[in-house]
């Protein structure tokens, strides 16, 4: 009420933009109405805000469809919402008075086509328009009425219509000419209408069209012929290459247009106007083709181009588009980025027990960069190439004994199941009794030990930066291919009238690794692993640099004084049949895993830091069960880190330690409540009990100078933290779950102290279905 704000004044004004979080400092001032002076003390105890409005906010949505079978469906919804509306879990609302309408068709026009015909051909169309108005004035707390009284200065429209539509065939055809062309294409359409305008914008009008086509066929997998197939009388090869096959026609082919244009004209308050065209064309192709069963290529190219020198639009009202332009003018564009893709993969069938698997890939990237229409001589383009060769081998030896020695256990189980649709190739079975038993120990050897896997791969990555763009100084094939580093016979030749830097980057990455498992008895598995990986980086910005890893065993004060060694891990299953743990525990097993590493950095031949890792992770652990009908879970890991770092005569250790451990106990139980006349009623109940502990310990050492004794080290961090968490989880049948917990965490730093943690709190879901 305006009396109550201004002792009954007949009018109130707004001067400038008031706010009250604009406020900076509140005056308070003391009044003396008597002559004589007061001595005293004023306090005030505290300031508040009174009279805070609490305005109510209301919210709806109205939706609506109908379906004409399969020919026509129509959707629409409306929904509003106040500035102070807000969710339950909300604690205030947007600030926006917002309104939206959305409508959405579908008309199948294939419906009116013939059904043998096979034909899809959706029109789709959309409506969108939604507005949204503050509560207030922007930076202010001004109110701006509802939002159908508020100006239109600080709203927001947004207004939207599009219509796409596809054409591709669900059936094939078995007439010849359809069925290599018509039933292998795919066409898209789609047009977008906006018209935007907010407080900072006062018109704004865009259109997107889309048209893309793409084409695809898949070749037969029976055009090949057998050149050799009258060499099998040749001895050990003569099966093999008698099957040796030649395929006269690709594996399959696609390609595929888009054309996509954007035209947009924004007109700020200001008066500004601005005006964004993009106009593009991608093309691309793909080719795979296989040589042989064991030999297999593929090929693909994307090139992409824009019409963006086409725009012409002087009318600030209206949006031309120049596709048909494009059309008509029958070129390409300006192309303003390439790429290329090629891999070679050779996996050969008839080495089974060793399975080689080669394969090589590159990807080239070409991109227009400095564009001068006027002076061609200073264009210029970025170019990469990247090839990746992988070769990798798995070793069975039970396979490659089987050629010679098969065992009796594997004649017996032959006998059963389905047979194969191929014949089995012949093997050559050694009846020498001497030899046999020498391959029945070797084999029984073998067994102990999965596939022996050996991996190795190289790397390169090259691209160069501001070199000539011009058609007769594109890339070779062979930088291409990522099997030169220079992009032009072995050189590189950069564009030097345009005051661009020219730049290059060259990196070598060699990777290679070995791993296998072993069964040291039935409940004691292993598995060994080792690696080595180095990269030399040349780069025009700073000097060589070459880095090496590989899985090392750190030993000493600096970790020189270790040995290259492979990574472990060791699993010890079936404890629970020792004598004592038979009667506690149902299942038990013990882990112990080993991860070490050295890694060294170089620049122009000096060494510049190298580190070590030693982890046991966990150095032991165990996970058990107990027996019984609810039995309890057990988990308990000790883990042991040590990362050390050099760099000139200056060393830093971390240690790092580790101990956790988890008990969990669960029991479930229910109640069965008779209802008369209806069945039973059963609810269910799960109980969990869990308690789970963790103590860290973390010490860093460090030295500027050569040391010979470990207690020479000067500790620059220790720090430790032990954390308790006993927690009890409820669910009450499948629609109420609850949990409830208490934390207690004790940290001790060396720089910041003691400190105590403790936090409880408690958790409950209600799940709500309808």
């Not at 108005?133 to 100006?151: H, T």
């Not at 395929?247 to 888009?258: A, G, H, L, R």
């Not at 050629?403 to 190739?425: H, I, V």
Request: hydrophobic share 30%.
């Amino acid at each position: 009420d305006i009396n109550d704000v201004c002792n009954y004044c007949s009018e109130l004004r707004i001067k400038g933009e008031p706010a009250i979080n604009n406020i900076e400092f509140v005056l308070v001032s003391v009044l003396n109405n008597n002559d004589d002076t007061i001595y005293g003390n004023v306090w005030l105890d505290e300031l508040r805000m009174t009279g805070v409005k609490k305005d109510k906010g209301q919210a709806f949505r109205l939706k609506g469809g109908v379906n004409f079978s399969d020919l026509l469906n129509i959707s629409s919804s409306f929904e509003q919402k106040d500035a102070d509306f807000h969710l339950l879990q909300e604690r205030l609302g947007t600030g926006n008075n917002t309104q939206s309408f959305t409508l959405n068709s579908k008309l199948s026009m294939d419906k009116f086509l013939p059904l043998n015909w096979g034909l899809k051909m959706p029109l789709n169309f959309s409506y969108l328009y939604n507005i949204s108005s503050p509560k207030f004035y922007p930076s202010s707390d001004i109110l701006s009425g509802d939002i159908n009284s508020a100006p239109d200065e600080i709203k927001t429209k947004n207004n939207q219509s599009s219509i796409s539509t596809s054409f591709n065939k669900v059936t094939k055809s078995d007439n010849p000419l359809i069925k290599y062309t018509l039933d292998q294409i795919s066409v898209n359409f789609s047009i977008v209408n906006r018209n935007k305008s907010t407080a900072t914008i006062e018109k704004e009008i865009a259109q997107d069209i889309s048209i893309s086509g793409s084409y695809g066929y898949n070749f037969s997998d029976s055009n090949f012929i057998l050149p050799f197939k009258f060499f099998n009388f040749i001895p050990f090869i003569g099966n093999n290459l008698s099957e040796t096959r030649f395929y006269w026609s690709p594996e399959k082919f696609t390609t595929s247009i888009n054309i996509s244009e954007h035209n947009q004209i924004s007109k700020q308050r200001t008066g500004i106007s601005t005006p964004n065209y993009s106009f593009n064309l991608d093309r691309k192709y793909s080719i795979n083709y296989r040589l042989t069963k064991n030999i297999k290529m593929s090929y693909s190219t994307d090139i992409n181009s824009n019409y963006d020198n086409i725009y012409n639009n002087n009318d600030e009202q209206k949006l031309n588009s120049y596709i048909f332009d494009a059309i008509e003018s029958l070129s390409a564009g300006l192309v303003k980025q390439k790429s290329e893709g090629f891999t070679f993969n050779f996996t050969p069938d008839y080495m089974k027990w060793l399975n080689p698997n080669i394969k090589y890939s590159s990807a080239y990237g070409w991109q227009l960069t400095n564009n001068q229409s006027n002076a061609p001589e200073l264009n210029s383009a970025n170019v990469s190439a990247n090839g990746v060769l992988t070769s990798s081998i798995s070793f069975s030896a039970t396979d490659l004994v089987e050629l010679y020695y098969t065992p009796e256990k594997k004649n017996t189980r032959r006998g059963r199941g389905r047979r194969n649709s191929e014949p089995q190739k012949q093997k050559n079975e050694i009846n020498n009794p001497i030899l046999k038993s020498i391959l029945k120990n070797l084999y029984n050897f073998s067994d102990k030990f999965s596939k022996i896997n050996m991996s190795y791969s190289y790397k390169v990555n090259n691209s160069h930066s501001n070199i000539l763009a011009d058609d007769e100084f594109y890339p070779d094939l062979t930088y291409r291919l990522a099997l030169t580093d220079n992009p032009h016979s072995d050189n590189a030749l950069y564009n030097n009238e345009n005051n661009i830097v020219n730049s290059f980057y060259h990196q070598y990455v060699n990777d290679f690794r070995i791993s296998t498992n072993i069964s040291l008895t039935k409940k004691v598995q292993a598995g060994i692993d080792y690696k080595n990986n180095n990269s030399l980086t040349n780069q025009s910005s700073s000097d060589v640099t070459y880095n090496i890893s590989k899985t090392y065993f750190p030993m000493g004060i600096r970790g020189d004084d270790g040995f290259p060694i492979f990574n472990w891990n060791l699993n010890w299953s079936g404890l629970e049949k020792l004598p004592i743990l038979n009667d506690i525990f149902r299942t038990f097993s013990l882990q112990h895993t080993f991860n070490g590493d050295n890694n060294a950095s170089y620049k122009d031949s000096e060494i510049q830091s190298w580190g070590y890792s030693r982890n046991f992770s966990p150095l032991i652990g165990f996970t058990a069960k107990t027996s019984g009908k609810n039995p309890i879970n057990f988990r308990a890991n000790l883990i042991r880190n040590l990362y050390i770092s050099n760099s000139g005569a200056s060393t830093e250790q971390k240690h790092t330690s580790q101990l956790n451990g988890r008990i969990d106990f669960n029991r479930s139980g229910g109640i069965n409540l008779p209802i008369f006349f209806f069945r039973d009623f059963n609810i269910e109940n799960d109980i969990t009990f869990g308690f789970d502990i963790s103590y860290d310990k973390s010490e860093t050492l460090m030295t500027s100078v050569l040391i010979s004794d470990p207690s020479e080290f000067n500790q620059q961090e220790l720090s430790t933290s032990l954390s308790l968490k006993p927690k009890v989880g409820y669910s009450f049948t499948n629609y109420i779950t609850g949990d409830i917990y208490f934390n207690y965490i004790l940290t001790e730093n060396k720089t910041s102290g003691r400190r105590e943690e403790r936090d409880f709190g408690f958790n409950v879901r209600i799940k709500i279905k309808g």
